[in-house]
């Protein structure tokens, strides 16, 4: 039986700190824990938990159990499965949110396995009705919003989309519970190796702001100016299929069709006319700012602002602009 | 001088002869083994219907099986298809008939000394006719041993990069030319034994042969010719032992495959049937291919005419159309040891191959690499150059339909097209009720109930959606108003058609969408469709009436030519001197319609049309289709990028294209090029459009 009213959340690192992810899902367990008359938890497995700990007291964990061991480190995530099932075992939390992310999906599920509980994927909202769970998640590519339950009072697992809750900050004093898990075998795989992927500095996916360039640049060395703005927005850099197909940029930069979907804040295409391949990969953006020299461009029917006009002209003096007011 | 007649077993011993008889009967014993086993390899192949409701009592009435006949008659004896390429063509004919002719030559030999002379002690092939016998075998002889050098030559000294060497290769072209080299030599020592020149005359090759021992004696020559006649008879009999355990066996197998050729048009894949009752989809094991296919797996000869068609091999994809269809033989020949020849050593991908004996297991993956299936472009130009019938793009689409359905394992931006087609009806997941957006402000009205048109345009997703296809759509409407031609489109009740999705083995995404649009179009009376994209059209026309929807289609080259044809146009305003026209796959090859694209181009004031070295029914593929246009193709140069430099090299003024994948992808390479301003790429109605008044 889990524990009526304490929700977790499976908070995966990034270096030292908690994914953006699992700050949102912090914020929401906190949510709905209080509307259940409980509390909120979280664990982090991995170097850097305890100084991860912080913000995840800041954004409404009462408790934080941590376990650092070099072997959380490792892509393989039997090591995870281990501690956390351990950990559920123990206390039986009502509920464990994960993030929608590989890690934690397959953390996720074997863990649901081990222990023979209920998952629910692919969540964009969770409510509390007294104490039953609802979870809602989209169907048929989101034509139906569909809204499940749990059948019983087992600990329930929700693994939750990027973005679809705001991390707000819900202070409370910080408390770290040390976990020592049980490993139940030593790893059957090892790691041999990894390969780079010369990847955009920030991903595209979880970018606010993507600026992105297309074959109206005109020359591979102009993708330079591409990067600049990307710089001073703190952004990430896009492309269009015709640049990444002119050898301007590497494919994972590409958005549309073929590539990328993205629904950043802002959405910055520099000299691409807004083909529908383009189209589709980024129209669901909060808003559209197209620069592109011809006025006919389709990107114009779609942009929210469209600037047109040469583009390295502007798009220098917009990066100095905003360095400018960001005081860098 | 006595009657001239064919001495045969001239001075050839007694025991000789017998040696020899018994070595035919062992000969042809080895021979019919080989056949029982390989053609039961074939018969372990699923059932599949190919002469569809022919009896044997009618088969000669049957249209299908005139067909049959007729296409054999064509392309395995004229060879036609061969013929579409000179050298490969001519030297092939050459050592065919030569061996056909004396085979026959042989064959009436044995029929004039084994019954005529044994059993009725008489012979046929005296005076006149047996002088005319000879002469013809002579130059048909001579013709075979040309053919053989013209082969070796081709394949050992020119080499040319789609083949590969085998030992088979070479021992199927050495024994040909030894067994008639020897043949040769015998009736040169017969000629120089008997000294007839008015006879040996008859025999231009062998009496040129026999000058040098013309003076020798005929006890001198006989040791000589038993010797020679031992070893060219023993040849023979070994060439036809080995038959069936060699690439000889395509003497058999590709004529049957001819025989047995795809009768349906080009352009409609096999539905899979009861589609909500199957448990597995497409072929994912070997024994689920038909016996046609493991023909057609048989029927290959490593001519490698499909690699030299190919797009995706052009473009550095790992697919190529013979290693794949040698993949899947090799994987048919049981043992190792019969007949398997190994991937050609050109194969640039690190494919996992074959190397098991029981050759069932593990098709895909470890036989096929799923990177193969996905680079098709179902373009058709390996079926269309296959001089067997060969069935590529079937073969490759059963196998993509078992990772689509079964095994949910499609190209990752694929599956989103897939979803969102599914969603919306569309490729882009747009919004189904935005595809009438496009001809707003146009006057163009969505067909209501009760009323009747002639034509019914079909728009298609681009032309609804794509901005650059929608100038294409609106030139339509203009063109149509013009022209008065009576007719309605079916605005937002329209669906995609489905022919990416069952291209990328989609089937059951593909039946929906067709059923859906099949439903829709049941409320409305028209006489035909007209579409401007011809994967709409070949869907529509050739697919849909599996699910029941029949219809008259066209496609909008054909309208506009009829048009043009009829003077319902004015052109009058000129545009561009030179104009080249990329044939679409899907409308040229798919369902032949070459002329009438080009007509309408010539109807253009002052247009001259000017062919690039690869069109019509050799037209090269732009790249798009078979889902192509939804993937991204690890490639070392695009589909799209060799075809545009195809059209740059005959320095056009303008490209027109009848299909909107291929003008996507050229108005993309283009721009990739930097080039988009200087080359117009252009629809053939965007054009008639333009130049009217």
Same mark, same amino acid.
């Given at each position: ?38 509390? =909120? ?96 998640? +989209? ?7 569909? &809204? ?84 001073? @927005? ?93 005081? =860098? | 001088?006595?009657?001239? @007649? ?80 000179? *050298? ?33 002690? #008489? ?20 013709? $075979? ?20 060497? $085998? ?25 120089? =034994? ?12 062998? *009496? ?36 069936? *355990? ?63 068609? %190919? ?75 296959? +001089? ?16 689509? $359905? ?32 496009? =001809? ?16 019914? *345009?079909?728009?298609? %997703? ?68 007209? #579409? ?19 219809? &008259?289609?066209?496609?909008? &080259? ?63 593929? %732009? ?68 130049? $009217?008044?």
């Amino acid at each position: 039986m889990g524990t009526a009213n304490v929700i977790w959340v499976y908070a995966e690192l990034s270096g030292k700190e908690p994914k953006k992810i699992a700050l949102e899902l912090m914020t929401k367990a906190r949510e709905l824990a209080e509307a259940m008359g409980g509390s =909120a938890a979280a664990v982090v497995l991995g170097t850097g938990a305890r100084t991860a700990a912080e913000k995840l007291a800041q954004h409404g964990a009462s408790v934080v159990y941590v376990a650092e061991d070099e072997r959380f480190g490792n892509v393989l995530t039997t090591p995870h499965a281990d501690a956390l099932s351990g950990l559920i075992k123990e206390k039986s939390p009502r509920a464990v949110l994960f993030g929608a992310t590989n890690s934690s999906k397959d953390i996720a599920a074997r863990v649901s396995a081990r222990l023979g509980l209920g998952v629910i994927a692919d969540a964009i909202a969770i409510q509390v009705n007294g104490n039953e769970l609802h979870v809602v998640n +989209p169907a048929f590519g989101g034509s139906l919003l569909v &809204t499940s339950t749990f059948t019983d009072a087992n600990t329930a697992f929700i693994i939750a989309r990027a973005k679809a809750f705001a991390a707000e900050e819900r202070p409370q004093p910080l408390k770290i519970e040390e976990v020592k898990p049980v490993y139940t075998a030593a790893p059957q795989a090892r790691i041999t190796g990894a390969v780079a992927q010369p990847e955009a500095r920030v991903s595209l996916e979880e970018a606010n702001v993507i600026v992105s360039g297309g074959r109206g640049l005109g020359a591979p060395e102009n993708f330079k100016l591409v990067e600049e703005l990307a710089q001073a @927005f703190e952004a990430a850099v896009g492309a269009s299929r015709a640049a990444v197909d002119a050898g301007w940029i590497s494919y994972p930069h590409q958005v549309g069709q073929t590539g990328k979907t993205v629904k950043p804040k802002v959405y910055i295409a520099c000299g691409i006319s807004g083909a529908i391949q383009h189209k589709v990969g980024m129209q669901t953006s909060d808003i559209i700012i197209a620069i592109n020299k011809d006025p006919d461009a389709p990107i114009f029917s779609f942009a929210d602002l469209g600037v047109v006009g040469d583009l390295h002209q502007i798009v220098p003096l917009l990066a100095k602009e905003i360095r400018k007011r960001k005081g =860098a | 001088m006595g009657s001239i @007649f064919r001495d045969t077993f001239w001075n050839v011993p007694v025991w000789a002869q017998a040696v020899h008889y018994l070595l035919s009967i062992a000969a042809l014993l080895i021979l019919s083994y080989g056949v029982y086993r390989r053609v039961s390899l074939w018969r372990q192949g699923q059932k599949t219907p190919r002469c569809p409701g022919v009896k044997l009592r009618d088969i000669g009435g049957s249209l299908l099986v005139k067909k049959r006949v007729k296409a054999f008659l064509l392309y395995a004896i004229a060879q036609l298809r061969l013929l579409r390429e000179r *050298y490969p063509g001519i030297m092939h004919l050459f050592i065919f008939w030569g061996m056909v002719v004396l085979f026959l030559g042989t064959a009436t030999v044995t029929l004039d000394y084994d019954v005529a002379h044994l059993i009725f002690r #008489t012979q046929f092939l005296t005076d006149g006719f047996y002088l005319v016998f000879k002469l013809t075998l002579d130059i048909l002889g001579a013709l $075979l041993i040309v053919g053989v050098l013209l082969a070796a030559y081709r394949r050992y000294v020119l080499r040319p990069s789609r083949l590969d060497n $085998l030992w088979q290769d070479a021992y199927q072209l050495g024994m040909l030319f030894a067994i008639g080299l020897m043949g040769f030599l015998l009736e040169a020592m017969r000629l120089a =034994a008997f000294k007839q020149p008015e006879v040996a005359i008859w025999s231009p090759v062998g *009496y040129l042969l026999a000058q040098p021992f013309w003076g020798v004696t005929k006890e001198t020559i006989r040791p000589y010719y038993v010797g020679t006649w031992f070893v060219h008879s023993t040849m023979a009999l070994v060439f036809i032992a080995s038959l069936p *355990y060699t690439k000889l066996w395509h003497i058999v197998a590709s004529p049957t495959n001819i025989f047995f050729r795809s009768l349906r048009p080009a352009g409609e894949l096999l539905p899979i049937e009861n589609l909500e009752e199957q448990e597995t989809f497409g072929v994912g094991k070997f024994e689920e291919f038909t016996w046609k296919q493991r023909l057609d797996f048989d029927a290959c000869t490593r001519c490698g005419r499909c690699q030299d068609a %190919c797009p995706a091999w052009a473009s550095g994809a790992s697919l190529s159309p013979k290693k794949l269809i040698l993949e899947l033989q090799q994987c048919m020949l049981e043992k190792p040891t019969l007949d398997t020849p190994d991937v050609p050593p050109m194969s640039r991908s690190s494919t996992p191959r074959h190397r098991g004996t029981s050759g069932s297991k593990d098709l895909h993956g470890k036989v096929v690499a799923a990177d193969e299936l996905w680079a098709c472009t179902t373009c058709r130009a390996c079926v269309q150059e296959c +001089p067997v019938f060969i069935e590529h793009v079937d073969t490759i689409v059963d196998m993509r339909r078992y990772l689509t $359905l079964s095994e949910g394992a499609v190209p990752a931006t694929t599956a989103t097209t897939l979803k969102q087609m599914t969603n919306q009806g569309n490729p882009w997941g747009l919004s189904k009720n935005d595809r009438l957006k496009w =001809a707003e402000g146009l006057d163009v009205k969505a067909i209501a109930p009760g009323q009747e048109v002639e034509y019914l *345009y079909w728009v298609g %997703c681009s032309a609804a959606y794509d901005a650059r296809n929608q100038k294409v759509a609106k030139a339509m409407v203009r063109v149509l108003k013009a022209a008065g031609v009576d007719f309605a489109i079916l605005g937002n009740q329209e669906r995609c058609c489905g022919d990416s999705a069952r291209r990328l083995g989609e089937e059951y995404l593909f039946q929906t969408l067709a059923m859906e649009n099949i439903d829709n179009l049941k409320k409305y009376r028209f006489q035909k469709i007209v #579409t401007a994209c011809p994967h709409g059209y070949n869907t529509i026309k050739n697919e849909y009436p599996q699910l029941g929807g029949n219809y &008259t289609v066209i496609h909008h &080259t054909e309208l506009l030519a009829q048009l043009v044809q009829e003077g319902r146009l004015e052109l009058s305003r000129p545009l561009y001197k030179n104009i080249t026209y990329h044939d679409s796959c899907y409308l040229g090859r798919y369902n032949d319609i070459f002329q009438a694209p080009r007509q309408v181009l010539a109807a253009l004031p002052g247009a001259l049309l000017k062919e690039m070295d690869r069109s019509g029914d050799r037209g090269f593929c %732009c790249g798009g289709g078979g889902g192509q246009m939804w993937m991204e193709a690890k490639v070392e140069k695009r589909v799209n990028h060799i075809r545009l430099e195809d059209a740059l090299s005959i320095k056009p003024d303008c490209v027109g294209t009848a299909c909107p994948f291929c003008l996507t992808m050229f108005v993309d390479a283009a721009k990739v090029k930097g080039i988009e301003d200087s080359l117009p790429v252009k629809d053939v109605v965007e054009l008639i459009a333009e130049a $009217l008044v």
